[in-house]
């Protein structure tokens, strides 16, 4: 297998090794780390977050997480974990004297715990099974974990020759369990099944009293059952279960208010309608929702230390707010970040601070705390002070109409751009249909290096369209039975606005995007010529084939208001396949080989069909990789293959 490279000229930006880059590259992008969680201590004094970095070495393609520590204010800051394995899930014991985490440190994901003023971490658990989610009880002398068992018998048939499987048969269902936080006195700590199925554990909360645990239910551990989730609550002495909410609707994140009054949880009654929050009365079992959210997708991030409100995130146009939702009134921004933050927000235990990792177009992104009172933000970490400042190009949010509807884009230009001066525009689209472009920093590693196209002189408009999340429910429900419709003309006048704006060259355009994405550019191609080239990664292109090999079927049933057996019309001519006969687009290929959610198939049906037609195409298949790829060398590559196929057509481009 011949191995892709890119000249060092291009890389560098035309530098020599020993200056360094003189413009963002991707090897720069795979320098900067990532933050996933953050969580201030009980009392606000203190923080832990996780950074990630990727490793790459002769052997090695990874992704390294691990705890960092630091005052309230940053100082005192030190790394806590090290090692060959990732750390991360920290939580903080009641006194903050402790911080506990999950590692597979010795080959299996197990429970540790470490002292804030350092020393070696100490095991407590001895699993053999699949580690899920864990959290610290409120009185900190419990660990409730979900975990699935060990299974030898599994071994056993492989090492046979006989580990075939039968569909839907004996699922691997986690159940709940319980340890004490402090060993016995014989050194031992004995693990307690609280739950067990017939269906797998999801999400749960302790009660305030440490007496109790709401737990999420659902059918299977496939991911096409995710919408069918209830609520049960389980006393942890006794072990009984009591359901709380079992309705036909997606009932999920349950979160107790720290009075012990009530549960909080969100109901969702079916997928594109909005969620509520709900709650639930622990003295009478009355239920009560509260008012719907902008967006109706709250994400609960936990109650204020006084029980009157609590507090969740959403995406809002292109920012992730934190809202307050009072349990007698309506929700309100609470914290507008100036960029948008992650989906690693979470209050700390008192309910007075919140952890959040914060990064603008043009700042990476670093860990905060903020203080739920002044709502002020501080930052705590110094992942990314230390990367080479290079020049980025501005982005700006743009708006403009189609067809009755307000739309937003971000539109990223070149350093120093001259007024004026008409460049190549990159057509970017995201995943979902229900994703959304936010003002994440542009030069951090991904699929699509932005920070790297802008450095080349490149534009880039990633569009919002109908569909995506952050816009209300109205908007993201908007291209029910009309994927390539409505959604199409939202992208393309999109470009028509950037191009009115005297920026984009009509005859220099460039459209890509992964997932949806990946369908949207397949779909672009096969309705206009006006690109000069296109590269779709993990794209469906037959949606009859799409729908009998993927792990979510139902999700295209919601779209398109049934199976392909009901709307066979719908599915076909809602195809990207359909349209090959018009492609004479170059087409670049990306796709994952162990890919449930878009099977590799969807990639080899249009490499097979360009390359019948006699249309340049390109397609690179990823080994071990599912939907998203992760190992730093394959996003690696990614990112240059798009610099250099961008390249490559453009300068022939007239």
């Known amino acids: 297998m011949k191995l892709h490279t890119i000249g060092l000229i291009a890389l560098l930006g035309g530098a020599s090794a020993a200056e360094g880059p003189q413009q963002w590259t991707p090897e720069v992008s795979m320098k900067v780390r990532n933050i996933t969680e953050v969580l201030p201590s009980p009392d606000g004094s203190a923080v832990v977050w996780t950074e990630s970095a990727a490793v790459m070495s002769a052997e090695k393609s990874e992704i390294d997480t691990q705890l960092f520590f630091a005052q309230s204010d940053g100082s005192h800051r030190l790394q806590l974990t090290r090692g060959e394995k990732s750390a991360k899930g920290a939580e903080f014991s009641p006194d903050g004297a402790f911080i506990y985490f999950s590692s597979e440190r010795n080959g299996k994901g197990n429970l540790f715990r470490i002292a804030v003023d350092g020393g070696e971490a100490e095991k407590l658990t001895g699993l053999k099974g699949e580690l899920g989610a864990y959290h610290l009880s409120p009185n900190g002398k419990w660990i409730a974990f979900s975990a699935s068992p060990e299974r030898p018998e599994v071994e056993a048939a492989k090492r046979l020759k006989l580990d075939f499987r039968v569909l839907d048969e004996d699922p691997v269902d986690q159940a709940l369990y319980l340890v004490a936080t402090n060993a016995d006195s014989g050194g031992q700590r004995a693990v307690k099944k609280l739950v067990s199925g017939p269906f797998t554990v999801g999400a749960f909360a302790w009660s305030p009293d440490s007496r109790a645990i709401a737990f999420e239910t659902r059918p299977s551990p496939d991911a096409d059952v995710s919408r069918k989730s209830d609520i049960s609550e389980v006393e942890v002495e006794s072990c009984v279960v009591q359901p709380i909410a079992n309705t036909q609707a997606t009932e999920a994140q349950p979160a107790y208010s720290p009075d012990g009054r009530y549960l909080a949880f969100v109901r969702t009654p079916a997928p594109l309608q909005p969620g509520r929050i709900v709650l639930h009365d622990r003295k009478n079992a009355k239920e009560r929702e509260l008012p719907e959210s902008f967006d109706g997708q709250p994400n609960l991030a936990g109650w ?351």
């Open 304 to 654: 204020a230390g006084d029980s009157r409100q609590i507090y969740f995130a959403e995406v809002k146009g292109t920012h992730a707010i934190l809202y307050a939702m009072p349990v007698d009134g309506p929700p309100r921004a609470a914290f507008t970040p100036k960029g948008t933050f992650g989906a690693g927000l979470r209050l700390n235990a008192r309910g007075t601070y919140a952890g959040l990792a914060l990064q603008t177009a043009s700042e990476p992104v670093e860990a905060y705390s903020l203080d739920l009172h002044s709502m002020k933000p501080v930052q705590v970490s110094a992942a990314n002070t230390n990367l080479p400042k290079l020049p980025l190009g501005e982005t700006q949010l743009i708006h403009w109409k189609n067809a009755g509807e307000e739309l937003e884009g971000l539109l990223t230009l070149p350093p120093g751009y001259q007024k004026g001066k008409k460049i190549p525009l990159i057509l970017n689209i995201h995943g979902g249909p229900s994703g959304v472009f936010t003002e994440t920093f542009i030069g951090a590693s991904g699929l699509y290096p932005i920070a790297s196209f802008a450095g080349q002189g490149w534009a880039v408009l990633r569009v919002n369209p109908r569909g995506s999340t952050g816009y209300g429910i109205r908007f993201r429900a908007a291209n029910l039975n009309d994927w390539g419709g409505g959604d199409y003309k939202d992208l393309m006048s999109g470009v028509d606005r950037v191009i009115e704006m005297g920026i984009a060259d009509p005859n220099r355009l460039v459209v890509m995007g992964w997932s949806y994405g990946g369908y949207m550019t397949n779909w672009v191609i096969g309705q206009t010529t006006r690109f000069k080239a296109a590269a779709t990664g993990a794209g469906l292109s037959n949606l009859i084939s799409m729908w009998g090999t993927n792990d979510i079927p139902t999700t295209l049933d919601d779209y398109f208001s049934g199976t392909p057996l009901e709307q066979t019309e719908r599915y076909l001519k809602m195809s990207p396949l359909y349209y090959v006969k018009n492609v004479t687009t170059p087409t670049l290929i990306l796709h994952g080989e162990t890919d449930p959610r878009v099977p590799t198939g969807q990639g080899y049906e249009m490499y097979n069909a360009l390359k019948r037609r006699g249309v340049e195409t390109v397609m690179v298949v990823y080994p071990r990789t599912k939907h998203g790829p992760e190992e730093p060398k394959f996003v690696m590559d990614i990112m240059r293959r798009h610099v250099e196929w961008v390249s490559k057509h453009l300068s022939t481009a007239q």
